[in-house]
């Protein structure tokens, strides 16, 4: 199994905080049969910059200390990049990071309360330079939430999104659950990360939440979006189904 976005490089953002909890993270990892896992530091976030050539080296650092440490995880090296207007100058300077370093698909984290204006040019930009642009944790965007059809033509014109295994079994309340079952209903999300951050209140649910999956929706899917992460780490193109869109419930006020 491939985790492809997780806070375990030591020392660089909110998640892991020591190589010693590094080490704990990929071994909780190891037991629930992750094999690889992309390095995803936070960047441009306000708080965390993170560019290329450091996570790179840190990626390897952290690799040498698993191998010494008996462990059997790989780390690939990512970015989950905040998005911002001056994304595609940054990239063209080589700062910014792929999924992997290789392929063509690129992480990006909208701020939790709303989606830019500027969104839908930058994603075409992206994909007219052939990067594909993976929404992180559309889940837990509350204009996401209240307003579907906004990822819905995103998704619609070429964007991928990530869900977080603990959004889908219920860690961040059942609002979140149930929008993210509605986005599996959909096939507005193609993709199942950790997002972890830690193994206290921040790890990493991939085996729980696949179990969960195979239970309300079957094999195929699991199978989906397993095979998906194999196809981006590999450089190939990840299979999308046409999305739909979520219907909302009206509100009729003064009515009832």
Not at 69 to 88: C, F, H, S
Not at 231 to 248: A, C, D, F, S
Request: charged fraction near 25%.
């Amino acid at each position: 199994m491939i985790d492809l976005h997780c806070h375990i490089l030591p020392r660089v953002d909110d998640g892991a905080t020591t190589l010693t909890e590094s080490l704990i993270m990929a071994k909780e990892a190891e037991k629930e049969g992750i094999t690889t896992i992309v390095a995803t530091p936070h960047h441009k976030n306000g708080t965390y910059d993170n560019v290329k050539k450091d996570i790179i080296a840190g990626v390897a650092d952290l690799n040498k200390e698993l191998k010494d440490g008996g462990i059997n995880v790989e780390i690939l090296p990512g970015q989950e990049i905040r998005i911002y207007g001056e994304l595609m100058e940054d990239y063209e300077k080589d700062e910014l990071l792929t999924i992997g370093g290789d392929s063509s698909y690129v992480l990006i984290e909208f701020p939790s309360g709303y989606v830019p204006q500027y969104a839908e040019q930058l994603f075409f930009d992206m994909q007219m330079k052939g990067l594909l642009p993976i929404i992180v944790h559309p889940e837990r965007n509350q204009e996401l939430i209240e307003k579907p059809d906004r990822l819905y033509n995103l998704v619609k014109n070429g964007a991928a999104t990530q869900i977080t295994a603990s959004s889908y079994i219920g860690k961040f309340g059942k609002k979140i659950q149930m929008f993210t079952e509605q986005l599996i209903d959909a096939n507005l999300t193609h993709l199942f990360a950790s997002d972890a951050h830690n193994v206290k209140n921040r790890s990493f649910h991939m085996a729980q939440a696949h179990e969960r999956l195979q239970k309300r929706a079957g094999t195929d899917y699991v199978y989906y979006f397993k095979e998906n992460a194999e196809l981006i780490v590999n450089g190939q193109h990840m299979y999308k189904e046409p999305p739909e869109r979520i219907r909302t419930k009206k509100k009729f006020l003064g009515l009832f």
